[in-house]
């Protein structure tokens, strides 16, 4: 594949799942797609790997993997805020299937790094290397088969990133994955759909994180409990992303972009400094004034209007998105 360097990781991964349809009949494509957003949205969990085939892997990338990496490349964004000196030495990306968490990693931080891909669809690794092959930062990644459950071990490393896994699995399955990457990394990023399941999900890995010594660089303003009633609201964000041509086709629509809904939690061994507050909702923008919902330390949720009076900071606001840290850092 030929990729200009000055390519960013987003430009990248697009250019290299161009084409990954060519000779897959558009129904064939249409049906595995439909069949992937079912296990994707649903919370049946799963003893089998989801992707069979080189068609199934095909239409996953070209489904999933361009809002998955916005939103695993937003989760670690503000974790590189929170710990601006840290940069991670090692990355294990569990149940990754074709690797678009490896993806964001590098968009994160510059330099190369041992990577290794875990999952239990072959398929889905086989294609994930062959795409990676675009990208310089990962041509050394290790692409591994692995039960992912209750017999997950996983070597020492910095960091370990689960996106979008903890659906696919049983409880107990889910607290051993969890509890896996405690013992194993220095930084621990999960991402789950931003649905109240997704949400809930992802809650109960961060409360398992906390038990295990960990403290929350994101999006949490504190490592206390969430203010959120349960049952009353899920705290969750948006990505917006680009969508090729590729995209479009198998997605459906016409528009260039789309927004992906996400939850996570990004927690840490090593100190970190978490945003004062979070924004939690879009922003209201108003004649003069802008409204922000935010999450606070003090354990609470608040809501804040900025007006025109704020002078640089009614600016900050208007500019504010959703999932920000407030206020705006320098």
């Not at 992707?51 to 070209?62: C, E, I, S, T």
């Not at 206390?224 to 009633?229: L, S």
Request: proline content about 8%; glycine content about 6%.
């Amino acid at each position: 594949m030929n990729v200009p360097v000055s390519s960013s990781p987003a430009d990248t991964l697009r250019t290299a799942l161009s084409g990954l349809l060519d000779g897959l009949p558009p129904r064939q494509a249409a049906q595995a797609v439909e069949r992937l957003i079912g296990h994707y949205r649903g919370a049946t969990p799963t003893d089998a790997p989801i992707l069979r085939d080189r068609a199934d892997v095909a239409a996953y990338a070209a489904y999933r993997m361009p809002a998955t990496f916005e939103a695993v490349r937003s989760a670690l964004a503000a974790l590189a805020d929170a710990a601006p000196e840290w940069t991670p030495s090692g990355h294990v990306d569990v149940g990754g299937g074709t690797g678009a968490a490896t993806w964001a990693v590098t968009a994160v931080w510059d330099g190369t790094r041992p990577t290794t891909v875990l999952d239990w669809a072959e398929p889905a690794l086989a294609l994930g290397r062959e795409i990676a092959a675009a990208n310089p930062a990962l041509r050394d990644a290790r692409w591994q088969r692995s039960r992912i459950g209750t017999a997950l071990t996983l070597a020492p490393t910095d960091l370990v990133t689960v996106s979008y896994v903890l659906n696919e699995l049983t409880a107990a399955d889910r607290a051993a994955l969890v509890d896996a990457a405690a013992t194993a990394a220095q930084a621990v990023v999960i991402v789950e759909p931003g649905t109240p399941d997704g949400y809930t999900r992802v809650l109960e890995a961060r409360d398992r994180l906390i038990a295990a010594g960990f403290q929350v660089a994101a999006p949490c303003p504190h490592s206390a409990a969430c203010p959120i009633a349960p049952g009353t609201d899920w705290c969750h964000f948006s990505a917006r992303v680009s969508r090729s041509s590729l995209h479009r086709q198998v997605k459906g629509g016409s528009l260039p972009y789309e927004d992906e809904k996400f939850a996570y939690v990004a927690a840490t061994r090593f100190p970190a400094t978490p945003a004062p507050t979070r924004i939690i909702r879009k922003p209201q923008i108003r004649k003069g004034q802008v409204l922000l919902d935010l999450c606070e330390p003090a354990e609470r949720l608040d809501r804040v209007t900025v007006t025109k009076r704020h002078g640089d900071l009614y600016k900050a606001a208007r500019d504010a998105e959703w999932g920000d840290g407030w206020p705006a850092a320098d």
